[in-house]
């Protein structure tokens, strides 16, 4: 089977720009979360899905970043007029339960460069 | 809230060595702790975790980490590295449905 994928992989926007980033979780993952990391750090939490339902969006930067996941399995992040400061690589995670003690399965990500 | 520290940004072996990484967490209960590894331009996989069970925890490619409650640590070991081994670490604490809080990561060079 087939683990998370996200698309794009690069992303360069210029700065006002809006940007979506899609994410494919595994098939049946419940649980879907977005990460931010920057250059030379962890990722960072942005926003958590149970199915549908965004439980936690306490990480979202701002309100400039908004995400969805209408029908339980792919999500997208979408950021709206794109600041130097949301350059990162964004990851993905899936995973089966809701415990917090089953592993995520992160994609590659996508790394956003905004110009 | 929950929080990791991770000593040193960058470790260096040789092949052969001795690998240790280390994790020191803060959390007012009982966490569960994790240890993924990622290569360059690749997601996190994840090498172990500790979800309160044996605090010696076997993981993927030789690696182990113990959790020592008395030291809020959980360093990961590998006994002699290999040069497949050279990534970024990443530990990571959660608390029960609460999301992963990561450390910066520890860059692992191993030296042929």
């Known amino acids: 089977g087939a683990g998370v994928s996200q698309s794009p992989r690069y992303k360069v926007a210029k700065r006002g720009q809006d940007v979506a980033l899609r994410c494919d979780p595994i098939?049946?993952?419940?649980?879907l979360f977005w990460y931010q990391q920057a250059l030379g750090q962890g990722p960072e939490f942005l926003t958590y899905?149970?199915?549908?339902?965004?439980?936690?969006k306490s990480g979202l930067p701002s309100d400039r970043f908004f995400a969805e996941r209408p029908e339980g399995s792919v999500s997208t992040l979408k950021i709206q007029r794109t600041q130097q400061e949301d350059s990162a690589v964004y990851l993905c995670?899936?995973?089966?339960?809701?415990?917090?003690?089953?592993?995520?399965?992160f994609g590659p990500g996508t790394r956003l460069t905004v110009l | 809230a929950q929080s990791v520290t991770q000593l040193g940004s960058h470790v260096s072996v040789s092949e052969g060595a001795l690998v240790l990484l280390r994790c020191n967490y803060s959390?007012?209960?009982?966490?569960?702790l994790f240890w993924y590894v990622q290569y360059p331009n690749q997601g996190l996989q994840l090498l172990l975790k500790?979800?309160?069970?044996?605090?010696l925890v076997k993981g993927i490619n030789g690696f182990e980490a113990e959790f020592k409650k008395s030291e809020t640590s959980f360093h990961l070991t590998k006994p002699s590295a290999h040069m497949s081994d050279a990534a970024e670490y990443f530990c990571?604490?959660?608390?029960?449905?609460?999301?992963?809080?990561f450390g910066k990561g520890t860059r692992l060079s191993v030296i042929a």
């Open positions: 995670a899936s995973s089966p339960g809701t415990s917090g003690k089953e592993e995520q399965f």
């Open positions: 098939s049946g993952h419940v649980s």
């Open positions: 899905f149970q199915n549908e339902a965004q439980l936690d």
């Open positions: 500790y979800t309160s069970a044996a605090t």
């Open positions: 959390s007012s209960v009982p966490p569960y």
């Open positions: 990571a604490v959660s608390v029960r449905n609460t999301p992963l809080v």
